[in-house]
């Protein structure tokens, strides 16, 4: 018979295993980056972040279906802000944590959640609120789920649907960085250029690096730059730099960086995750404030990068007007909540019906007011994230 486990950690199942579950163009579900995050000390104890991955097993103990968790005591890192709620629970004298995420740590990216063929997925999913090993949570949430996994939530009433919105970058059929300018607005694309001149007489060095190219000298600096983006706003990193170290030599083909150099001397760099279709930029930091440096290195030298690279999609991580008006375009995002008191499950359910239709809204504003000329080549195709 198949069952349902919880782990506290990924060690306990093969990397092999893992990973054959997982779809393209998904880096950040990889065993070797999971698994980075608890083996470095960015989640488990004095963090909130409990390793409790969810796994279905067959009879043999093969793995059939997964989901990567977390047990929760707040909600930082998560890009999906439910701090509202959990305010108005706490009032009511009402538990919101522990609860328990799905999701990446710290990284708002689309993709599956519950990993696994379809009939698989679908049984782990019926399963998961009613096993005992997640009744002392207050709440089950997902975050950024992908279209196929939509579908299987969308099945199960148990779940409610959040939306949000996010920007990224298609390719349009550009060969070189003009090509996608030259579908700008003149008003978009002059201030681009602007922006990009203004920034040359920097003296700045651009220069792209793969993980694997990275010695230990230049991995501290990097993460110092990493780090140093935290310390000026009087916070501590979420990320370590044995995190840093550990992707770079478990993933060097995976790992991107582009790093911001003058007179060779490293002062920022942008971190990017490059996966089957699609270029990810997470991290970025610097130990000089230059104006306009991070448009340039998370943003416009992302766009050369993913032409150069054949790359179909940019994703360039949260937030979002500075993207839109420089050609990222508009797209939903989901997460799937459910919650154990009924009157707060019924509280939420509502608030999401009014917010499902303003973010709509947004949606389409924001539609049009991206600098896209319109008719610009294959401008409606839309994103599988």
């Given at each position: 018979?198949?069952?349902?486990?919880?782990?506290?950690?990924?060690?306990?199942?093969?990397?092999?295993?893992?990973?054959?579950?997982?779809?393209?163009?998904?880096?950040?579900?990889?065993?070797?980056?999971?698994?980075?995050?608890?083996?470095?000390?960015?989640?488990?104890?004095?963090?909130?972040?409990?390793?409790a991955?969810?796994?279905?097993?067959?009879?043999d103990?093969t793995?059939?279906?997964?989901?990567?968790?977390?047990?929760?005591?707040?909600?930082?890192?998560?890009?999906?802000?439910?701090?509202?709620?959990?305010?108005?629970?706490?009032?009511?004298?009402?538990?919101?944590?522990?609860?328990?995420?799905?999701?990446?740590?710290?990284?708002?990216?689309?993709?599956?959640?519950?990993?696994?063929?379809?009939?698989?997925?679908?049984?782990?999913?019926a399963?998961?609120?009613?096993?005992?090993?997640?009744?002392?949570?207050?709440?089950?949430?997902?975050?950024?789920?992908?279209?196929?996994?939509?579908?299987?939530?969308?099945?199960?009433?148990?779940?409610?649907h959040?939306?949000?919105?996010?920007?990224?970058?298609?390719?349009?059929?550009?060969?070189?960085?003009?090509?996608?300018?030259?579908q700008?607005?003149?008003?978009?694309?002059?201030?681009?250029?602007?922006?990009?001149?203004?920034?040359?007489?920097?003296?700045?060095?651009?220069?792209?690096?793969?993980?694997?190219?990275?010695?230990?000298?230049?991995?501290?600096?990097?993460?110092?730059?990493?780090?140093?983006t935290?310390?000026?706003?009087?916070?501590?990193?979420?990320?370590?730099?044995?995190?840093?170290?550990?992707?770079?030599?478990?993933m060097p083909?995976?790992?991107?960086?582009?790093?911001?150099?003058?007179?060779?001397?490293?002062?920022?760099?942008?971190?990017?995750?490059?996966g089957s279709?699609?270029?990810?930029?997470?991290?970025?930091?610097?130990?000089?404030?230059v104006?306009?440096?991070?448009?340039?290195?998370?943003?416009?030298?992302?766009?050369?990068?993913?032409?150069?690279?054949?790359?179909?999609?940019?994703?360039?991580?949260?937030?979002?007007?500075?993207?839109?008006?420089?050609?990222?375009?508009?797209?939903?995002?989901?997460?799937?909540?459910?919650?154990?008191?009924r009157?707060?499950?019924?509280?939420?359910?509502?608030?999401?019906?009014?917010?499902?239709?303003?973010?709509?809204?947004?949606?389409?504003?924001?539609?049009?007011?991206c600098?896209?000329?319109a008719?610009?080549?294959?401008?409606?195709?839309?994103?599988?994230?």
């Amino acid at each position: 018979m198949t069952t349902l486990r919880r782990i506290d950690s990924l060690d306990t199942i093969a990397a092999a295993d893992w990973d054959a579950l997982l779809p393209p163009d998904q880096p950040f579900l990889a065993h070797a980056f999971l698994s980075a995050l608890e083996q470095t000390g960015c989640v488990g104890a004095g963090t909130g972040w409990l390793s409790a991955h969810a796994v279905w097993q067959r009879p043999d103990g093969t793995l059939a279906a997964a989901m990567p968790g977390w047990l929760k005591q707040h909600s930082r890192g998560e890009y999906v802000f439910d701090q509202d709620w959990a305010e108005a629970s706490l009032r009511a004298g009402l538990p919101y944590y522990p609860k328990w995420l799905s999701a990446v740590p710290f990284s708002p990216v689309t993709g599956p959640r519950v990993l696994g063929a379809e009939e698989d997925a679908r049984a782990l999913l019926a399963a998961l609120p009613v096993h005992a090993d997640w009744h002392g949570v207050a709440g089950l949430h997902v975050n950024f789920t992908n279209a196929g996994n939509d579908s299987l939530f969308a099945a199960d009433p148990r779940w409610l649907h959040r939306h949000d919105c996010q920007f990224r970058w298609q390719q349009r059929g550009y060969a070189h960085f003009d090509d996608f300018l030259a579908q700008l607005t003149a008003d978009r694309r002059k201030k681009i250029r602007q922006e990009r001149k203004r920034l040359a007489a920097a003296g700045l060095d651009y220069v792209w690096r793969q993980g694997g190219d990275c010695d230990a000298a230049l991995r501290a600096g990097i993460y110092a730059c990493y780090a140093n983006t935290y310390h000026v706003r009087g916070q501590h990193p979420y990320l370590t730099s044995a995190f840093f170290d550990r992707i770079f030599q478990t993933m060097p083909d995976v790992v991107r960086v582009l790093c911001v150099e003058r007179a060779g001397e490293l002062i920022a760099m942008a971190l990017f995750l490059a996966g089957s279709e699609t270029l990810y930029g997470r991290y970025w930091g610097a130990l000089e404030d230059v104006p306009l440096l991070h448009f340039e290195a998370c943003l416009y030298q992302g766009i050369e990068h993913a032409i150069a690279g054949g790359f179909r999609y940019f994703d360039a991580g949260a937030q979002g007007e500075h993207k839109l008006i420089r050609g990222f375009e508009p797209v939903l995002t989901s997460s799937w909540h459910l919650l154990r008191h009924r009157g707060l499950h019924a509280a939420v359910e509502d608030f999401l019906q009014r917010e499902r239709a303003g973010v709509a809204g947004y949606l389409q504003a924001a539609g049009t007011a991206c600098p896209l000329k319109a008719g610009s080549p294959g401008q409606h195709e839309k994103s599988p994230h």
